[in-house]
């Protein structure tokens, strides 16, 4: 037989076997006997390399005829058993697939509350970053280096010097300068630091900070604000709240806030005492670092964690389960 014929047989079996191919596992074989890498349509290109070269000038065209044939046969017969498939008959018995409505975090949850409340009483929302000088996050704020209170906050350092925030009264520093008093502002955002993580501790929390500056503010209008705060936020009514006297350099004086459920059972971690803010009276010195005449302008802040917050709220005893990306843990919280 002359290259010719089995260049014509070639097409007339490949574009039959194409046809014929019932399912994608038969259109694969046939596709592989006649278009493969040892193929017949190989086998025949390689013999026509091998021709004198007056006879590839005659069968130049009718291998490329061929080639494109068996090209087009194989496309057609793919969308084929494609729309084959797409046509299977639907059985409208089964049971769907299951869409979950998704819920809130229940720290996003708490953060957008904060966020409500307190616009509600005239403060300002503000931000800060993650990444933090040293001088935002210690220095201006009283903690020069070497104090020890740092030893309290140790975080995560990058190599340029910089730090991850160990809390949100890092954003008072970087506030000041560029506010005239008075003013009312609040900051909901992560904290990083290098701590050993237990129940109430983790290495990233979150964490709410307000701080108002203003004329003949004082330790009054403090616990007034935090007691509103925390109606509003906790939404039990067995909720005990103390004060305690406490050492915050910014501060002076400083306290701890501390709030037990009543209602909980005698085993519960919230029977006891949580800690759940640290609060009190700007200091001058943090005043003075930020331009602000602290003879003139008085003002108090607090800095709540508010995972131990959202804990409380919905008696949930580990702080782990916050960050632990466990859905069935979470979406029993989700609104
Ligand atoms: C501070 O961070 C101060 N900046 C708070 C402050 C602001 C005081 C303004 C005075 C004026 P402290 O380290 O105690 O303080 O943290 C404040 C709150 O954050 C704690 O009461 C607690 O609720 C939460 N918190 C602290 N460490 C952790 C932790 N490792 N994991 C979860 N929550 C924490």
Redesign the pocket.
């Known amino acids: 037989m002359s290259l010719r014929d089995d260049l014509e047989l070639l097409k007339t079996d490949g574009v039959a076997a194409f046809a014929a191919a019932g399912d994608a596992a038969a259109l694969e074989e046939a596709r592989i006997r006649f278009l493969g890498s040892n193929g017949r349509e190989k086998e025949l290109t390689k013999a026509f390399g091998a021709a004198a070269s007056e006879d590839k000038r005659a069968l130049g065209p009718v291998l490329n005829q061929v080639k494109t044939a068996l090209k087009e046969a194989f496309i057609a017969a793919q969308d084929r058993l494609a729309s084959v498939e797409n046509d299977a008959p639907i059985d409208l018995t089964l049971p769907g697939a299951e869409r979950r409505r998704g819920s809130r975090h229940p720290i996003s949850q708490v953060a957008q509350e904060v966020e409500e409340v307190f616009s509600s009483m005239g403060y300002e929302i503000v931000d800060g970053p993650h990444v933090e000088m040293d001088e935002f996050n210690f220095g201006r704020l009283n903690i020069p280096e070497n104090h020890p209170a740092r030893d309290?906050?140790d975080t995560f350092w990058l190599d340029n010097g910089k730090l991850l925030r160990t809390?949100t009264?890092a954003v008072q520093s970087r506030v000041y300068p560029q506010s005239t008093p008075p003013f009312r502002k609040v900051v909901v955002g992560k904290v990083f630091?290098y701590?050993a993580v237990d129940a109430?501790?983790?290495n990233t929390?979150t964490?709410v900070?307000g701080f108002v500056v203003d004329e003949g503010v004082n330790a009054k209008h403090l616990v007034g604000t935090i007691r509103t705060m925390l109606s509003a936020l906790l939404k039990r009514d067995d909720i005990e709240v103390r004060l305690r006297p406490s050492f915050?350099p910014?501060?002076e004086p400083?306290f701890?806030v501390d709030v037990r459920l009543t209602q909980a059972d005698p085993s519960s971690r919230f029977s006891r005492w949580v800690?759940?803010?640290?609060?009190?009276m700007i200091h001058p010195k943090v005043l003075e670092a930020g331009g602000i005449d602290p003879t003139r302008w008085q003002g108090f802040?607090?800095?709540?964690?508010l995972?131990?917050l959202a804990m409380i709220r919905h008696g949930i005893t580990d702080?782990r389960v916050m960050h632990g990306a466990d859905l069935r843990s979470l979406r029993q919280f989700g609104a």
């Open positions: 309290h906050q809390h009264s630091r701590e109430t501790h983790d929390f964490q900070e915050f910014f501060v400083g701890e800690e759940l803010l640290g609060c009190g802040a607090f800095g709540l964690g995972e131990r702080i």
